[in-house]
Protein backbone atom coordinates (compact mmCIF):
# COMPACT_ATOMS: atom_id res chain seq x y z
CA UNK A 1 0.00 0.00 0.00
CA UNK A 2 3.01 2.33 0.25
CA UNK A 3 3.64 2.11 -3.32
CA UNK A 4 -0.03 3.39 -3.90
CA UNK A 5 -0.14 6.30 -1.36
CA UNK A 6 3.38 7.53 -2.90
CA UNK A 7 1.92 7.11 -6.67
CA UNK A 8 -1.25 8.74 -5.67
CA UNK A 9 0.80 11.77 -3.36
CA UNK A 10 2.99 12.17 -6.09
CA UNK A 11 0.40 12.52 -9.08
CA UNK A 12 -1.40 15.04 -6.13
CA UNK A 13 2.25 16.58 -5.79
CA UNK A 14 2.40 17.64 -9.53
CA UNK A 15 -1.20 18.83 -10.09
CA UNK A 16 -0.44 21.51 -7.30
CA UNK A 17 3.03 22.31 -8.52
CA UNK A 18 1.73 22.98 -11.97
CA UNK A 19 -1.30 25.33 -10.38
CA UNK A 20 1.41 26.89 -8.20
CA UNK A 21 3.51 28.14 -10.86
CA UNK A 22 0.54 28.88 -12.85
CA UNK A 23 1.88 26.39 -15.46
CA UNK A 24 -0.49 24.67 -18.05
CA UNK A 25 -1.65 21.83 -17.41
CA UNK A 26 0.63 18.96 -17.42
CA UNK A 27 -1.92 16.16 -16.99
CA UNK A 28 -4.95 16.20 -18.43
CA UNK A 29 -7.84 14.97 -16.34
CA UNK A 30 -8.68 12.03 -18.19
CA UNK A 31 -4.91 11.19 -18.32
CA UNK A 32 -4.88 12.01 -14.14
CA UNK A 33 -8.65 9.36 -13.90
CA UNK A 34 -6.98 6.83 -16.10
CA UNK A 35 -3.48 6.68 -13.50
CA UNK A 36 -5.52 7.43 -10.23
CA UNK A 37 -8.40 5.00 -11.18
CA UNK A 38 -6.86 1.85 -13.15
CA UNK A 39 -2.68 2.14 -13.41
CA UNK A 40 -1.85 2.75 -10.11
CA UNK A 41 -4.11 0.51 -8.22
CA UNK A 42 -3.32 -2.22 -10.87
CA UNK A 43 0.32 -2.12 -10.13
CA UNK A 44 0.44 -1.37 -6.08
CA UNK A 45 -2.43 -4.66 -5.39
CA UNK A 46 -0.01 -6.84 -7.89
CA UNK A 47 2.79 -5.94 -5.50
CA UNK A 48 0.77 -6.98 -2.66
CA UNK A 49 1.70 -10.23 -3.57
CA UNK A 50 5.14 -10.25 -3.29
CA UNK A 51 7.17 -11.67 -0.81
CA UNK A 52 9.30 -9.86 0.97
CA UNK A 53 13.24 -10.13 0.39
CA UNK A 54 15.08 -8.28 3.62
CA UNK A 55 18.45 -9.40 1.77
CA UNK A 56 17.74 -6.78 -1.28
CA UNK A 57 20.08 -3.82 0.96
CA UNK A 58 22.77 -6.40 1.16
CA UNK A 59 23.26 -7.03 -2.00
CA UNK A 60 26.44 -4.68 -4.09
CA UNK A 61 25.38 -2.85 -6.90
CA UNK A 62 28.21 -1.38 -8.14
CA UNK A 63 30.39 -3.55 -8.91
CA UNK A 64 29.83 -3.82 -12.81
CA UNK A 65 28.80 -0.17 -12.72
CA UNK A 66 32.44 1.04 -14.42
CA UNK A 67 32.20 -1.79 -17.10
CA UNK A 68 28.47 -0.52 -17.91
CA UNK A 69 29.40 2.88 -18.08
CA UNK A 70 32.15 2.77 -20.62
CA UNK A 71 29.67 -0.24 -22.56
CA UNK A 72 27.33 2.49 -23.07
CA UNK A 73 29.46 5.52 -23.59
CA UNK A 74 30.59 3.44 -26.63
CA UNK A 75 27.47 2.52 -27.95
CA UNK A 76 26.48 5.90 -27.88
CA UNK A 77 29.70 7.29 -29.54
CA UNK A 78 29.61 4.28 -32.51
CA UNK A 79 25.81 5.56 -32.85
CA UNK A 80 26.84 9.09 -32.99
CA UNK A 81 29.75 8.37 -35.59
CA UNK A 82 27.15 6.01 -37.43
CA UNK A 83 24.62 8.90 -38.07
CA UNK A 84 27.22 11.46 -39.48
Known sequence: ??????????????LLLDCVMLLPPILSSQLVLWLSCLIV???SFTLIGNPLNRQVA???QGK?????????????TLKSFERC
Open 41 to 43: PLL
Open 1 to 14: MLFYLKCQSSVSLL
Open 64 to 76: NHTSFVKQVTNQV
Open 58 to 60: QVA
